[in-house]
């Protein structure tokens, strides 16, 4: 009942988006959420846009569900990559997992992979939206449902705020929707593929992102708090 009720609220409010800040977007990570929040824009608020930001180092498991994803709901997500000039010049100067040498050196991969064709897929937009849950990590335990994001310049709505995991997931089998794989074989969060890991049953959520960092330092700058 308690689970009816959130995704009432859910939906009512990414209505008020696309009614007030059209035009939207989800940013989709193909995360358990974004998939939740895809299956429910493209049932009951399909004018709203949905993107993903393909850094080029996923998992194969990660592609496999964006084909899924596709053959599911039809070519609703738009992609934005890393610009290949770019990412070539970085590569040759410093090679191809040089994110293990330094935070710095993992946050301009990050940059160059997330971040540019971040600020590219907003410039267009009046808002965006996440699947960031405060249950995730202990850089997400003061998110809002609507934020401003500073550094777009935009609104930024997390829908799923106050949803625990197994909400997320009860709605994920309930309603059939394709998630990935690697979530049944430990991987909570999934990022890139050199940057994510398996966890243990006692480990925090995110643990796996970064595992070689400090946990507050574990964010890729798409969810900079204002
Ligand atoms: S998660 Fe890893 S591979 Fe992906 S953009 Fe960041 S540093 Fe690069």
């Known amino acids: 009942m308690l689970v009816n009720k959130k995704i009432v609220s859910v939906i009512s409010l990414l209505k008020n988006i696309q009614r007030d800040y059209t035009p939207a977007a989800l940013a989709s990570s193909f995360s358990a959420e974004d998939m939740l929040l895809t299956d429910i ?24 569900l964006m084909q899924r994803t596709h053959d599911r709901y039809g070519a609703v997500v738009e992609i934005y990559a890393p610009d ?15 994110f293990y040498n330094s935070v710095e050196q993992r946050k301009q ?12 897929a907003l410039s267009t937009r009046k808002a965006w939206i996440t699947g960031l849950r405060k249950e995730q990590s202990v850089t997400r335990t003061d998110i809002q449902r609507m934020e401003w994001d500073a550094a777009h310049g935009i609104p930024k709505f997390n829908p799923l705020t106050e949803w625990t995991e197994k909400e997320v997931w009860d709605y994920i089998r ?3 929707v394709p998630f990935n794989e690697l979530h049944e074989q430990g991987y909570p969060s999934i ?11 006692k480990e925090d959520i995110r643990a796996g992102r970064w595992w070689w960092e400090n946990p507050e330092s574990k964010e890729c700058g798409l969810h900079v708090r204002n």
Do not use: W
């Open 41 to 64: 824009i493209t049932k009951h608020v399909p004018e709203l846009n949905i993107f993903t930001l393909d850094t080029g180092r996923l998992p194969a498991e990660t592609y496999d």
């Open 84 to 98: 290949c000039s770019v990412l070539a010049e970085y590569v040759q100067a410093q090679g191809p997992n040089a």
């Open 109 to 120: 991969c990050c940059a160059m992979r997330k971040l540019v064709p971040l600020k590219r």
């Open 174 to 176: 309930n309603n059939d």
């Open 191 to 201: 990022g890139c593929a050199p940057c994510t890991r398996a966890i243990s049953a």
